[in-house]
């Protein structure tokens, strides 16, 4: 199947630090990735679309400006949470879209203090 | 009303039972029909992948599909308590881009 890892796997932060997550399909290129934020015993939550080479499409409620994606590669992409906050304490999952359907990381946990 | 309902469970069953776990969904437009496999702090595992009424088998899971109805299940047989983990069944149409609907998810655990 297809592999697609993240990084860092854990992250803990101080309030008001940015914190960067990778997002790279590791054998296949995906011109879409996807990102999603996952709360305890919660279901995944679709945070934004990112698609290589433009700008990524937020869902509604997303702060574009405090969650910065960019897709420059057709294997990387990046999640950037600006001045974190112990609120943005969250599990962040990655998944590469491929024809049939996503591929989803490993998930980053981040713990702003 | 959510478009994809699933029971959160937990399910907590024996070593060797056979699991059912299901999924009902509202949107008569999704046509494609998943099931993520999710360990505690991981990342969903794709289990199964079907767009088509029927079953699928892949060794020890079945996944079925009934559109008509708007139901789908996935059966564990020979359930192992390497298979606790939370569940989650997900969805798209035909031309979503892969958009994704999820269900909430069920959380199983089998007990040795």
């Known amino acids: 199947g297809a592999v697609v890892s993240q990084h860092p796997s854990w992250v803990i932060c101080k309030s008001g630090t940015s914190v960067k997550i990778e997002c790279r399909s590791l054998?296949?290129?995906?011109?879409?990735m996807f990102w999603y934020r996952q709360f305890p015993k919660q279901s995944l939550m679709l945070m934004a679309t990112?698609?290589?080479?433009?700008?990524?499409?937020?869902e509604q409620g997303v702060e574009k400006d405090k969650f910065l994606i960019n897709h420059a590669s057709l294997t990387l992409s990046t999640l950037t949470v600006t001045s974190a906050h112990p609120e943005d304490s969250s599990f962040y999952i990655c998944?590469?879209?491929?024809?049939?359907?996503?591929?989803f990381g490993p998930g980053t946990r981040l713990t702003v203090l | 009303q959510k478009e994809v309902e699933q029971d959160p469970g937990p399910l907590s069953v024996p070593e060797g039972a056979i699991v059912s776990l299901n999924c009902t969904y509202s949107?008569?437009?999704?046509?494609?029909f998943m099931w993520y496999r999710q360990y505690s702090r991981k990342g969903p595992e794709l289990l199964m992948y079907?767009?088509?009424?029927g079953n699928k088998e892949d060794g020890r899971f079945t996944a079925q599909v009934d559109k008509s109805s708007k139901y789908i299940s996935l059966f564990i047989r020979d359930s192992q308590p390497s298979d606790s983990a939370t569940y989650l069944c997900?969805?798209?149409?035909?031309?979503?881009?892969?958009?994704?609907?999820f269900g909430g998810g069920t959380r199983l655990m089998v007990k040795p």
């Open positions: 998944s590469a879209n491929l024809p049939d359907t996503q591929y």
């Open positions: 054998d296949f290129q995906a011109t879409t």
């Open positions: 990112s698609n290589e080479g433009s700008k990524a499409t937020y």
């Open positions: 949107n008569s437009a999704f046509q494609y």
């Open positions: 079907t767009y088509s009424s």
């Open positions: 997900a969805m798209r149409e035909s031309n979503a881009g892969n958009m994704l609907t």
